[in-house]
């Protein structure tokens, strides 16, 4: 069967602000393990500029023929072929000074949220980051309209679904020995929030 190059058009859109924010965070870093890399944009755009890290893909297997085909046009020297990964299930065994993951929390269920935090710190060397983009609301609230209409978008479509509510997950964040570092503004009304693993 042919797989077809995926395309995301969210990640040509944000891919440019996301760096920015990324170039401070991993200057001193060496290896990423990105989760749920979806189409694959972002870890080759990442990649060719900091060419310092080695990134690591992941995701479900269903999507890692999609994003083998980024990473192959590409052809970088920091992009090994992507694992398969989900989070309730085996994590990897190797060690990874971050772990980036973009517009995922609100497309996993709450028990795969809580699966991730649960598990995220058995791949981190000693103080590595938690890199988490994407939308949150703030208690109980949504930052902007537009967010709670997605909220509501996702909901319909799977009742797990949604956008979280990031003092809930501070708090898995903090019960999994990190503790947050950063909690930046994002453009479209995202954010990006990390949290350093302490043990």
């Given at each position: 069967?042919?797989?077809d190059?995926?395309?995301?058009?969210?990640?040509?859109?944000?891919?440019?602000?996301?760096?920015g924010?990324?170039?401070?965070?991993?200057?001193?870093?060496?290896?990423?393990?990105?989760?749920?890399?979806?189409?694959?944009?972002?870890?080759?755009?990442?990649?060719?500029?900091?060419?310092?890290?080695?990134?690591?893909?992941?995701?479900?297997?269903?999507?890692?023929?999609?994003?083998?085909?980024?990473?192959?046009?590409?052809?970088?020297?920091?992009?090994?072929?992507?694992?398969?990964?989900d989070?309730?299930?085996?994590?990897?065994t190797?060690?990874?000074?971050?772990?980036y993951?973009?517009?995922?929390?609100?497309?996993?269920?709450w028990?795969e949220?809580?699966?991730?935090?649960?598990?995220?710190?058995?791949?981190?060397?000693?103080?590595?980051?938690?890199?988490?983009?994407?939308?949150?609301?703030?208690?109980?609230?949504?930052?902007?309209?537009?967010?709670?209409?997605?909220?509501?978008?996702?909901?319909?479509?799977?009742?797990?679904?949604?956008?979280r509510e990031?003092?809930?997950?501070?708090a898995l964040?903090?019960?999994?020995?990190l503790?947050?570092?950063?909690?930046?503004?994002?453009?479209?009304?995202?954010?990006?929030?990390?949290?350093?693993?302490?043990?």
């Open positions: 069967m042919t797989v190059k995926p395309f995301a058009p969210a990640c040509d859109r944000n891919r440019t602000p996301i760096l924010v990324l170039r401070g965070l991993l200057a001193d870093r060496r290896s990423v393990l990105e989760v749920g890399s979806g189409t694959g944009q972002h870890a080759v755009h990442f990649a060719a500029t900091l060419q310092h890290l080695r990134w690591q893909t992941s995701d479900v297997r269903a999507n890692l023929p999609g994003i083998c085909l980024w990473l192959a046009d590409a052809a970088l020297p920091n992009t090994p072929a992507p694992i398969a990964l989070v309730t299930g085996p994590w990897p190797a060690q990874y000074d971050a772990v993951t973009a517009n995922t929390l609100h497309i996993m269920g028990s949220v809580q699966a991730f935090f649960d598990r995220v710190g058995s791949v981190l060397t000693p103080g590595g980051l938690v890199i988490v983009y994407g939308p949150f609301k703030y208690l109980g609230e949504h930052t902007s309209a537009s967010n709670a209409a997605f909220d509501a978008t996702l909901r319909a479509s799977d009742a797990q679904r949604g956008v990031f003092e809930l997950v501070d964040a903090r019960a999994a020995g503790v947050l570092v950063e909690d930046r503004a994002m453009p479209a009304n995202n954010r990006c929030v990390t949290w350093r693993h302490v043990g």
